[in-house]
């Protein structure tokens, strides 16, 4: 099984400024990463896939980097509806499909 | 724009036999439908229960074997079958979309809160 490990689990930021996640597989991935936004009460939402295509309709300020093993996910210029719990899932190994822990972006 | 809709009963009795159905809408699913289920434990993280991709199911293996997924083109509609369960299975359970070529989560429906007890 893949692991996910994402960190930090909690960041704090204020608005208006960059945060940056990560997520971290424990074997090569390729670019088989996405991430997806969670906000309470709401299901998940894709925005980013294949590690660095945005779906339309997903805001430039989304940003995904990386392949191999190391990952992040850079949210610039964060708006009031960005504070929520981003989670990452590789896509490489269907044997188990994994999730990261998730990170959640809170406002400082 | 693709839209899925869980159904099925909100409490199951332990040792029972949990079954949801996920509605698709504004596509018509062919038997190789890309679509999986996910859950989440109140307040928890997201936990792959399985998918079927190009026709082939795809199980966790943390789940032992309880699972089976299936689909019906004729009610354009695919379903999960969990046997056996506990109150470690009460969850959120959410019903998901693959991309056909490169194989992300890129949909989800709306998810339906399963309760486990007698």
């Known amino acids: 099984e893949i692991v996910m490990t994402q960190s930090p689990a909690t960041l704090s930021v204020s608005p208006g400024e960059r945060a940056t996640l990560s997520c971290r597989a424990s074997e090569s991935i390729s670019s088989n990463l996405a991430w997806f936004q969670q906000k309470p009460g709401q299901a998940p939402r894709l925005l980013i896939y294949?590690?660095?295509t945005r779906p339309t309709g997903i805001s430039a300020r989304f940003s995904g980097r990386g392949s191999g093993t190391e990952f992040t996910l850079t949210i610039s210029s964060l708006q009031s509806e960005d504070f929520a719990v981003y989670f990452c899932?590789?896509?490489?190994?269907?044997?188990?499909?994994?999730f990261g822990g998730g990170t959640k972006v809170e406002i400082k | 724009q693709v839209q899925l809709q869980e159904s099925g009963p909100g409490l199951v009795k332990p040792s029972e036999t949990l079954s949801l159905t996920c509605t698709v809408s504004?596509?018509?699913?062919?038997?190789?439908?890309?679509g999986g289920w996910i859950r989440q434990p109140p307040g928890k993280g997201l936990e792959w229960i399985g998918s079927?991709?190009?026709?082939?199911?795809f199980y966790s293996p943390s789940l032992k074997g309880r699972v089976t997924m299936s689909v019906d083109t004729s009610k354009n509609q695919f379903f999960l079958s969990l046997t056996s369960v506990t109150a470690a299975d009460a969850a959120l359970y959410y019903c998901a979309s693959h991309d056909s070529v490169s194989g992300n989560i890129d949909t989800w429906g709306q998810g339906i809160l399963v309760t486990v007890s007698s």
């Open positions: 504004n596509y018509s699913i062919t038997s190789h439908y890309y």
């Open positions: 899932q590789q896509y490489k190994n269907w044997r188990p499909l994994t």
């Open positions: 079927l991709y190009h026709g082939t199911p």
């Open positions: 294949d590690a660095s």
